[in-house]
């Protein structure tokens, strides 16, 4: 993964006084949270999801039993889009075989899409995330639920409920997977 870090580094330049932000957790991580692209405390720091959105998710994954440290957390933008907009089509195409090379090294169980950005990117690109929220996909393997980006919820309330709901989901299925994982080396 240092590698790839590395090659990152390469290829995308941070603003000054701003860093890269890869991604942290677990090698092997059974769930990947994946957003659009670091906002600016996520620049200040190297660390993904640190912010109010941080904040917000991290308190989110504690109600539905995940621990963020067992989660392998990044970004498809791995620099912050400069104004903080959203990060641009040529952008997330730029910076979508690190992300993918990513989620090939970790290999986990499950992704969450953290906004119409990580399901374009991860899942397709004519996807709405209006339509595909809280409804589990599967591509390559991987068991997907998009849904809100914490920011969302910030600008509209009526998104707080649901972002929960489909966080409580991913909880549910992965403790569902570990209890199937102990009774097939069980038997």
């Known amino acids: 993964m240092e590698s790839l870090k590395a090659a990152c580094l390469r290829a995308f330049t941070p603003e000054p006084g701003e860093q890269l932000v890869f991604g942290e957790g677990p090698g092997h991580a059974r769930l990947m949270l994946i957003g659009e692209a670091p906002g600016e405390q996520e620049a200040l720091t190297g660390r993904p999801f640190v912010g109010n959105s941080g904040r917000l998710l991290d308190r989110y994954l504690a109600k539905a039993s995940i621990a963020r440290e067992e989660a392998y957390v990044t970004n498809v933008v791995k620099v912050r889009p400069s104004g903080n907009r959203t990060p641009r089509r040529s952008e997330v195409k730029e910076a979508l075989p690190v992300l993918l090379r990513?989620?090939?090294?970790i290999r986990p169980s499950f992704i969450v899409c953290l906004g119409s950005i990580a399901v374009h990117a991860v899942y397709d690109w004519k996807a709405k995330i209006t339509e595909t929220r809280g409804n589990w996909l599967e591509k390559?393997?991987?068991?997907?639920?998009?849904?809100?980006?914490?920011s969302a919820v910030f600008r509209d309330e009526n998104k707080r409920q649901l972002l929960k709901a489909d966080l409580l989901a991913v909880g549910a299925a992965l403790t569902n997977g570990q209890r199937k994982e102990r009774s097939a080396n069980d038997g």
Not at 140 to 150: A, K, L, V
């Open 102 to 105: 990513q989620i090939e090294l």
């Open 140 to 150: 390559d393997g991987i068991r997907m639920m998009p849904t809100y980006h914490p």
